[in-house]
Nanobody, 128 residues
Framework: QVQLVESGGGSVQAGGSLRLSCKAS????????MGWFRQAPGKEREGVAT???????NYADSVKGRFTISKANAENTLYLQMNSLKPEDTAMYYC??????????????????????WGQGTQVTVSS
């Protein structure tokens, strides 16, 4: 139904930048959430940044002011611009989407269990 494919991960030095992309297919609903989540070894998956179909956004406190989530609707592509990267940003980053939610939040949620479609992930490594 919905497929998500991430790209853009890689290795970068602290203070550098990366832009992640997520190509979506089968996302035909006019109401949806999309977001970026990350998981480091030994840690739980955490929400990084989310956006809804009305372009409302939500960010984890740890990335506010450094990361920016956006989307290009015509291209069905989600982006995460990551600036001022820190070693603690190192993780596998996943693109996620929620379609057909039973309730609509004022801000797109950062909880991973609110999303029902997931990409395969792209690795981001930040060295010091």
């Amino acid at each position: 139904q919905v497929q998500l494919v991430e790209s853009g991960g890689g290795s970068v030095q602290a203070g550098g930048s990366l832009r992640l992309s997520c190509k979506a297919s089968g996302l035909t609903s006019s109401r949806y959430y999309m977001g970026w989540f990350r998981q480091a070894p030994g840690k739980e998956r955490e929400g990084v940044a989310t956006i809804d179909s009305n372009d409302r956004t939500n960010y984890a406190d740890s990335v506010k002011g450094r990361f920016t989530i956006s989307k290009a609707n015509a291209e069905n592509t989600l982006y995460l611009q990551m600036n001022s990267l820190k070693p603690e940003d190192t993780a596998m980053y996943y693109c996620a989407a929620r379609v057909g939610a039973q309730r609509w939040y004022f801000l797109p949620p950062l909880k991973s269990n609110e999303y029902n479609y997931w990409g395969q992930g792209t690795q981001v490594t930040v060295s010091s």
